[in-house]
């Protein structure tokens, strides 16, 4: 097998393991209701021990790097921000999707684009509550090659 076409299969099975981590880690008792913005008027409010709102920081692992990076992410009614310090990038959120259980942000990098000489590329985030944190998953495409981040995030 050619050496481009195995790294392409181990960058595919890593993205699969990292997703089945990250859903496997996630007890049923950290499910959550949509945000706010999500859930008609007349539903009420959700009980703040499960909100994902708020300023998480934490560091992530990219696969195939032994360097974890540190990383913040302000979420609110009015959206959602990402910070890259050691990379110096940051970018904003838009949220695509949620399930009972999960958000899905698409990443557009305002700040350090790759496209533009910086470090980082657009890409896609999943969060999900996990007790006090919040386990998050990153995706996204580098040149043709397949990108996948994950870690842990506490609240500020």
């Known amino acids: 097998m ?15 393991l990292v997703l089945a981590m ?8 950290a499910q959550f209701p949509p945000a706010p913005d999500d859930q008609p008027a007349a539903k009420g409010k959700r009980a703040a021990a499960s909100s994902i709102n708020g300023n998480w920081s934490g560091q992530l692992t990219q696969v195939g790097s032994q360097t974890p990076y540190k990383f913040e992410l302000a979420i609110s009614a009015k959206g959602a921000e990402t910070k890259y310090p050691d990379l110096d990038c940051s970018g904003k959120l838009t949220r695509v999707g949620s399930s009972q259980s999960y958000v899905f942000y698409a990443e557009a990098i305002t700040k350090g684009q790759a496209d ?3 470090r980082c590329p657009d890409g896609t985030i999943t969060v999900v509550r996990q007790g006090d944190d ?17 870690g842990t995030l506490k609240k500020k």
């Open 2 to 16: 050619p050496e481009e076409s195995r790294y392409k299969v181990l960058s595919y099975c890593s993205a699969a």
């Open 22 to 29: 990250v859903a496997a880690s996630a007890p049923a008792i």
């Open 116 to 118: 533009k000489g910086g």
């Open 134 to 150: 919040l386990a998050l998953g990153w995706f996204g495409s580098v040149q043709g090659t397949t990108v996948v981040a994950y």
